[in-house]
């Protein structure tokens, strides 16, 4: 069986979550953008040509380093361009009906120690970005109220990747359970408001689109077409193939999802080999836990970059 979307027992864990930020107030940080973070140290050129790889890691229970401890057998270069963490959260907060960006402990702690979590990562060349997911508390990126409430929560968002140094912001409208606390149902303005206002914000940065929920299917409003706003789309069922019903170029499309350890070798290659033949530009991965997974990883790189993958602990 193909296993879909995410894990039950990160579901599990991100409603203890929405608890407490609910008991707690937990909030990111608001109001004036925040000083930026120092810059990483220049990365290393890159010789590796072949689709752009990534990683997302559940920082839940696993460590974001994980990403850069696999090369290349031939040429040495890193097997994953784009480490994603696993995940904020998109919470509501009920008294002053509003929207706000949640980290749990785990996220936080990540992003407090960006210096020992992240920038290893940007100094060899990963780009690193953060997952933005619902948390059943009725609020998605499709419900927002007005522009106003869209732009104010991209700000959020572009406040926190100017805090600590990060790449880019991803959005996965899973868990939002809208309705929930009262919150409107999906509308046809929301997710256009929302990604038009965080581009204008970060103009240089990695916006992604995890291809599922209602917010992936309204992507078109007032005359305003958002699809090139995106830098990347991606299947978000893995161990199959499907190409994200988005108007981007192959070059930044996956079809192609693979969860590493459950994704057995053969499709994984199987599915890299599609990649390539059919001219995708990007190779999507999930669940890359501190085992060493260089066989897994294996099967894919030889067909994506006609190279074995090395494990360095």
């Known amino acids: 069986m193909f296993t879909q979307v995410r894990s039950r027992a990160r579901t599990a864990a991100l409603a203890l979550s929405a608890v407490a930020a609910l008991a707690f107030g937990a ?3 608001t109001g004036a953008a925040a000083a930026p973070a120092p810059a990483p140290a220049p990365a290393p050129a890159s010789a590796k040509q072949g ?8 920082v839940n229970n696993n460590s974001m380093l994980n990403v850069g401890k696999y090369k290349l057998a031939d ?17 509501y907060d009920t008294s002053k009906k509003a929207a706000y960006l949640h980290f749990n402990e785990n996220v936080q702690r990540v992003l407090d120690n960006a210096d020992t979590q992240i920038r290893p990562l940007q100094a060899k060349g990963i780009k690193v970005v953060l997952s933005v997911l619902g948390n059943h ?4 990126f499709a419900n927002f ?8 929560f991209a700000k959020q968002m572009s406040d926190t990747v100017t805090k600590y140094g990060l790449d880019g912001i991803d959005f996965d409208d899973e868990y939002a359970e809208y309705g929930n606390n009262g919150t409107g149902q999906p509308n046809a303005s929301s997710f256009v408001h929302l990604v038009s206002a965080l581009r204008a914000n970060m103009p240089d940065k990695i916006i992604s689109l995890y291809n599922i929920g209602p917010a992936a299917s309204r992507l078109s409003y007032g005359g305003v077409d958002i699809s090139s706003k995106f830098d990347y789309a991606w299947n978000p069922y893995y161990g199959t193939w499907q190409v994200p019903a988005i108007a981007l170029p192959k070059s930044k499309l996956s079809p192609a999802a693979v969860e590493i350890g459950r994704t057995s070798q053969s499709a994984a290659a199987d599915l890299a080999r599609r990649t390539v033949s059919g001219g ?4 999507l991965t999930y669940n890359l836990d501190g085992t060493d997974r ?6 894919f790189t030889r067909e994506l970059y006609g190279s074995d993958a090395v494990y360095t602990p």
């Open 294 to 299: 260089s066989a897994d990883v294996s099967a």
């Open 51 to 58: 689709p752009t790889s990534v990683a997302y890691v559940e």
């Open 280 to 283: 995708y530009g990007v190779y």
């Open 75 to 91: 040429g040495g270069d890193n097997v994953f361009d784009v480490a994603v963490i696993f995940a904020a959260n998109i919470n």
């Open 145 to 152: 109220p007005s522009q106003q409430a869209a732009s104010s």
């Open 27 to 29: 909030t990111a940080t």
């Open 137 to 140: 508390q009725g609020a998605g």
